[in-house]
């Protein structure tokens, strides 16, 4: 309690504060004639609180949709064996035959030449001659050159149609690889023949390439031949559908293990 000439007049009205507060908490004060309204401190001193809810940050994880990786198979086969390759086509192998056969040593694989001078697939598909060769020399993988005598032929997709999808059928489920034509000019269709017929990772399209030709300007020169088969190698590798091993020989010719020669059809 404080000291002092004040002290009394402090506890006086210590005292009066404290009737005051609790008069207010019944209703009112009524001083004389004089009633005093309640006073807000009591109600607000005393009245009840609700708990307050914590304040709580809902945290969602949202669900983010990972795409599977899916690893394809490769739409390929790469054989490593040794093959026996059957190289069928028109006087173009003769000078594409020799690299082939290079190959051919250099992997292990075994190669069968047969040059049909002057053929065309008219002419290979309506005869059993390929289904022939087939059988005697049961490969493994076949290389047809064959379109370089069918360039001017007039409603070619329509007159040679049917001998194609013929060589097509004796090939069967035989591996195989086409080498279309190396074009010296426009040709009347046989490339889109080929190319609607043949599967595009099975067709090597050689119209567009600038090859040194030989005297008579159709046939590519040996050196050309060469150079062009190593491209069908190239291309075979990123784009033939069942692969076999063809890696770069050191020599640049050989001899097939068998070559065969046939006269112009009649």
Not at 77 to 93: A, H
Not at 200 to 209: E, G, P, T
Request: net charge negative.
């Amino acid at each position: 309690m404080m000291k002092g000439p004040y002290s009394g007049l402090w506890f006086l009205l210590t005292v009066g504060f404290a009737i005051f507060f609790v008069a207010s908490a019944f209703g009112g004060i009524k001083l004389g004639e004089i009633e005093l309204e309640t006073t807000q401190m009591y109600a607000e001193l005393t009245k009840s609180h609700e708990p307050v809810a914590p304040v709580v940050q809902e945290i969602t994880t949202e669900s983010v949709e990972v795409e599977s990786v899916v690893v394809e198979e490769p739409r390929y086969i790469i054989d490593t064996t040794p093959q026996r390759i059957l190289f069928v086509g028109d006087s173009m192998l003769e000078s594409l035959s020799p690299r082939v056969a290079a190959y051919a040593k250099h992997n292990g694989h075994k190669l069968h030449t047969v040059i049909w001078y002057g053929s065309t697939t008219k002419a290979w598909g309506t005869c059993e001659k390929l289904a022939g060769y087939i059988a005697k020399y049961n490969p493994t993988f076949i290389i047809v050159s064959l379109g370089g005598n069918e360039m001017f032929v007039r409603d070619i997709k329509t007159r040679h149609l049917e001998p194609l999808k013929r060589i097509l059928e004796q090939i069967g489920d035989i591996p195989y690889q086409w080498i279309a034509p190396p074009n010296w000019k426009p040709d009347t269709g046989i490339n889109e023949l080929l190319a609607e017929n043949i599967p595009a990772n099975r067709l090597f399209v050689s119209k567009d390439l600038t090859l040194a030709r030989a005297s008579d300007k159709i046939h590519p020169t040996r050196v050309a031949a060469y150079g062009w088969f190593d491209l069908i190698v190239e291309w075979m590798a990123e784009n033939q559908d069942y692969r076999i091993k063809l890696d770069k020989p050191e020599v640049q010719t050989s001899k097939p293990d068998t070559l065969e020669a046939m006269a112009p059809p009649q």
